[in-house]
Each structure stands twice: as structure tokens, then as C-alpha cells.
């Protein structure tokens, strides 16, 4: 146990927080300021949000003596991206009357809402709720939103395992209630025994953790980058349990040697059922024990596990449930993508995927997904599941209402921008960034299309317009945008300036590397031009540009 003379200063914060309430309440209440105070503001992430300032406007209001523009980010508790239709249209209302409107789908199968006044956060919440939604825990130092694979094998299967997912959520939500008392009215309960938490104590986590389940052969939900992936083994159609792979996490900080991008390490095989939940909850306790709590940047579960070494983590996990980990499950992912367009499910219920340029759905000249969207939603045929890449899967739809579905994308622009998107851009993504995000060094989403169209023009001068090469953006390095598991990786590092990431695999079994550092637009062209020459003229049959890059470009 570290000294406490030692610990982090929002180590205190939690622990003196009651329960994750602080002086939340008062701080809504101040009239005087569009933002509130500082220790709430790490107290609400627990509650799902983040507080933000629009970076574009800082000046201007500095001009002017003015405080910053101050709004809140909300980010909802989906766990595997799952929304029914009556939900999408709550939620679409709910952007456009307490939000910039803007419904932003995240990296990580959920949503995001922007631009929320501090005095819209309790309606927004209390909207939300009467959805059955909810922004539980989906930032802060606890168990986030629990991603899993958003397409079927076997649909059976598949629904049982997205299951999972959702009984992890609910199975690490904190106990107390305070989001209920805060932001929704509910009485607060005297007895604090109900709220007692076994799981999270009164400290919580050392550091935000996630989990993410993967399916065989498709790892679209790049299930290496969470603190814990889980890789579901299915035998006949059967579920048969998860490979565990721990320490997985993309941030790291420039400059920073100690900190690093790491995919987690498979430590072995749990059958399915209370056993997982068992192993699941082991993991979280010993990385709520042995995680620094000291050095935030060296406290997530990756760090615990180097430190320690994979051995002893495995060792301390079995001590906890009582039983060893089984041999790990022979398994392979064979791809990273999404299906795009109309695919049929094993059930005969047909799915469509649309490709949406960074996850941003609204209005915008010719193409109107936010409308096309509510109108689907609106026709009650339909379920919506976010993916891991920032797009949105229109799911369930019977054989006899296809038709009907397929007139109305095609009447808002959707089926003919989802068919001619090119290769490079459905494989590419790119973090918020400016304005919103305090921590962006460089511009990403706003850029990165503009950047897309350019090397799309590269490519095709070097016949390689149909290459599905996985290319990713960040503003810096945290990597929201999973850049550091990319085959081509733009890492902002000032305004303007990106380091250049190559030879991440197309699997998601292999990182990047640095390649160029701090290119401005003309450099990554010029750069990538050449590699693009280097790659048509050498490369082996069928090799990706992902492993064309590692295997001659990276000194290995
Ligand atoms: C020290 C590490 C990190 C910090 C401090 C951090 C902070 C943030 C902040 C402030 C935002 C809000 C941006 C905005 O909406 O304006 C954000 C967004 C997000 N972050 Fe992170 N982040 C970190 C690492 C990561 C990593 C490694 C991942 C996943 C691989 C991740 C996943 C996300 C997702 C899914 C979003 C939503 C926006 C999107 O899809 O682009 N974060 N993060
Ligand atoms: S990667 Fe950096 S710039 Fe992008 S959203 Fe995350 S913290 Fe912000």
C-alpha cells in the first residue's frame, strides 16, 4: 500500500467524495459559472461526463474578460453498442434540444453528446433515464463501457456473448447512488450500508479500465487494446468460454519513455458462466490493489502487469478465485473490418452498415443520416448497433421490411455514400480532438478527411485504390482513436504536426512504430508517396501494407 502522504491528490478526491457526490449538487446550483468546481469535475466523469471548453473561442472570450465557454460532454453506458429504435429516436431528440445536435459515435460503441449547458445536464439525464439510458461509470476510474464484436457468427452465439457483455456492465456498476440522488431526484438512502462496495471500496480504480469482448475471426472491436480483452472461443455453435488477455491500453505521453502502447497478454482460458465473472472480478480487484496509485501515468492495469511481471499478475488472480487459469484456447482473428452494406444473418434478419466519416452523424449538405436514422427508427422495423470503428449498424431487419429500409437510405444519399466511399476512408478514423478535447495537441477529426482525400489521390496514381489499409488519426497521443493500432498512424504532436506511425498489422495483433516524427501535411505526402511506390514495386503476394512497412521500413 502506498504511503498516503504519497498518493495522487484525486486519490483524496474520491475517497472523501461520499460516495462519488463531492459538492456536485452545489455546483449545479451556482449561477455564477457556466462550469463547476474543480474536484467535481473529476467526480463527474464517474457519472459519465466530462466538463469541456470551446478551444476555438478562448481568445475571443479572453478579449472580452469573459470565462471560458464552458459545456459538458455525456457519454452513454452502452455496453456492445446496442439501442433499440424507440431509443434512437429519444436520443435524437435529446441531441438537438440540450446538445450541439451532433449524435458523435465513439471509438468505443457508444455515444457522445457535446456542447451540453451545465443547466441541461439533470433534464438531459433525466431524458435519458425515462429511455431506460444511462452515462454510469462511462468515464472516471472504474470499469467503462464493455465493448464486444458487433457481428454475428453464429447469431445464437453472438447474442449470448453481447449478453455478456451487458451482465459485465451491470455486474461492475459502482453501488452507490448517487447518480440516482444527483440527477435524477431520488430520495437518498440513509442506510450507507446498501451502499457499501466490495468492488471499488471508497478509492475506486487507479485509473480508468475497459473491457472488450472479441469474436473469431473478426477483431472489429480490436479486443488487445482494453485492460481486459476477452476472446470468446466457440465450439459447434457453442460457447465454450473467454481466452483472458490482460494490460492492453493505447496512451502514452511524448517524451515520456515510462509510458507505452500495449496489447494485452492472453494469460489463459475460463469456461463460461459464474467462473468468468469470478476471473473477471479478480482481475479488477488486483489491479484495484496492486495499480499505482501514487503516479497516474503509470496506474493503469498494462503498468501493474510489467511491473509485476504476466506470472506473478496470473499467480495473484488464481490466488483470488480459487482456481487456476485453464490452457489457452487455440484461436485466430483473420481480419479487422467492418461489413459495409447489406449482410444477412445467420437468423435470415438482415443487417445494414454505414460507413459514418468519423462517427458524426448529422445533417450535411446531400447526405442526411441523422434523418435517414429517424426515419428507420421511426418505421419501429429496426435496432441499431453501434460499432467499434464509429459507424452504426441498422440491425433486425425482417427479409419482408428490407425493401421498405433500403428506400429509405437510399432516399437520404446513405446507399450510394456507403458504396462509394473508398478503401482507405472506411478503414480510417479519427478522435475528437479541437475544440472540444483539452488535451489535443493537433486537430484530428475536423483534418483528418481533408488528409484522406489527398492520399486517396497517391493511391490511386500507384494502382492501389482497393487496399484496405487501416489508418488512424489522434491529436495526441492517448491514443482515443486506437492511431497506435493502426497500420498508418498520425500522432498529433503541435497544431499542424503529426508523428508518422507505420507497420501496425491489418489483425490488430501487432502495434506501430514511430516512423517520421512531427511532418506537416506536404512531408506525410511526400513521405507516403514513396512508401506507396516502395509497396506496389516490393511487396510480397497478398502481404498488407501493415507488414510491408514492419518488415522493411522498421529497422527490425
Ligand atoms: C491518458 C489517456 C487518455 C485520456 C486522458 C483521454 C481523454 C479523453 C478525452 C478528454 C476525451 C473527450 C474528447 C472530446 O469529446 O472532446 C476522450 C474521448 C475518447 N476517448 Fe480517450 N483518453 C485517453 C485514452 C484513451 C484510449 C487509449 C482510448 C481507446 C483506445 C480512449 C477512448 C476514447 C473514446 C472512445 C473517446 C470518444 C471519442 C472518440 O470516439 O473519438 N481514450 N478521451
Ligand atoms: S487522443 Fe488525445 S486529442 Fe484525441 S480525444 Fe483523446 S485525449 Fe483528445
Partial sequence: MPDIKNLSPLEKVKVVSDGLRGT???????????????????????????????????????????????SFMIRLRLPGGFLTADQWIALHEIAGENTTGIIKITTRQTVQLHGMLKSKIKPTIKEFHLA???????????????????????????????????????????KTRAYYEI?????????????????????????????????????????????????????????????????????????????????????????AGEKTFKAIYEVLTTQRDFGNREDRKQARLKYTVDRMGVDKFKEEVEKRTG??????????????????????????????????????????????????????AQTGKVSFRFTANQNLIITEVKPKDKKAIHKILEKFN??????????????????????????????????????????????????LENENIITRMTGCPN??????????????????????????????????????????????LSELDGLFADFKKERKKNESFGDFTHRTKLNT
Avoid at 146 to 151: D, L, P
Avoid at 415 to 437: D, W
Avoid at 501 to 522: A, T
Wanted: aromatic share 10%; net charge negative; hydrophobic share 35%.
Fill in 24 to 70: 456536485i449538487a452545489e455546483s449545479l446550483q451556482d449561477e455564477l459559472t457556466g462550469a463547476i468546481r474543480e474536484d467535481d469535475q473529476a467526480l463527474i466523469k464517474f457519472h459519465g461526463m466530462y466538463q469541456q471548453d470551446d478551444r476555438d473561442r478562448r481568445e475571443e472570450r479572453a478579449e472580452k474578460k469573459l470565462e471560458r465557454l464552458f
Fill in 479 to 524: 491514443g482515443c482513436g486506437r492511431s497506435p493500432a493502426a497500420e498508418i498512424g498520425f500522432i498529433g504532436t503541435a497544431l499542424e504536426k503529426y508523428n508518422l506511425h507505420l507497420g501496425g498489422d491489418h489483425e490488430g495483433y501487432r502495434l506501430n512504430r514511430i516512423y517520421k516524427e512531427s511532418l506537416g501535411e506536404v512531408e506525410i
Fill in 414 to 463: 446513405i446507399i450510394e455514400q456507403t458504396g462509394n466511399v473508398s478503401a482507405i476512408r472506411k478503414n480510417s478514423m479519427a478522435c475528437v480532438a479541437l475544440p472540444t478535447c483539452p488535451l489535443a495537441l493537433a486537430e484530428s477529426q475536423r483534418y483528418l478527411p481533408s488528409l484522406i482525400t489527398k492520399i486517396e489521390l497517391l493511391l490511386a496514381n500507384h494502382d
Fill in 183 to 271: 440527477w435524477l431526484d431520488e430520495e437518498k438512502i440513509l442506510d450507507k450500508k446498501t451502499e457499501e462496495d466490495p468492488l471499488y471500496l471508497d478509492a475506486y480504480l487507479p485509473r480508468k479500465f475497459k473491457i472488450g469482448i472479441g469474436i473469431p475471426p473478426n477483431n472489429d472491436a480490436d479486443v488487445f487494446i482494453n485492460d481486459l480483452g476477452l476472446i470468446a472461443i466457440i465450439e459447434n455453435n457453442k460457447l465454450l468460454g473467454f481466452n483472458f488477455a490482460v494490460g492492453g491500453g493505447l496512451a502514452a505521453t511524448h517524451g515520456n519513455p515510462q509510458t507505452y502502447a500495449r496489447l494485452g497478454t492472453v494469460i489463459g482460458f475460463v469456461e
Fill in 132 to 174: 431506460k439510458l444511462d452515462s454510469i461509470a462511462t468515464c472516471g476510474d472504474i470499469n467503462r463501457n464493455v465493448t464486444c464484436s458487433s457481428y454475428p457468427t453464429e447469431l445464437s452465439v453472438h447474442d449470448e456473448i453481447s449478453s455478456y457483455a451487458d451482465k459485465i456492465s451491470t455486474f461492475l456498476k459502482p
Fill in 323 to 376: 482456481f487456476p487459469f485453464e490452457e489457452t484456447k487455440p484461436f485466430t482473428f483473420s481480419e479487422r473490418v467492418d461489413y459495409y452494406g447489406w449482410r444477412q444473418n445467420p437468423s435470415g434478419n438482415w443487417d445494414y452498415t454505414l460507413f459514418i466519416e468519423n462517427g458524426r452523424v448529422l445533417d450535411e449538405g446531400e447526405l442526411k443520416l441523422k434523418s435517414a436514422l429517424l426515419e428507420a
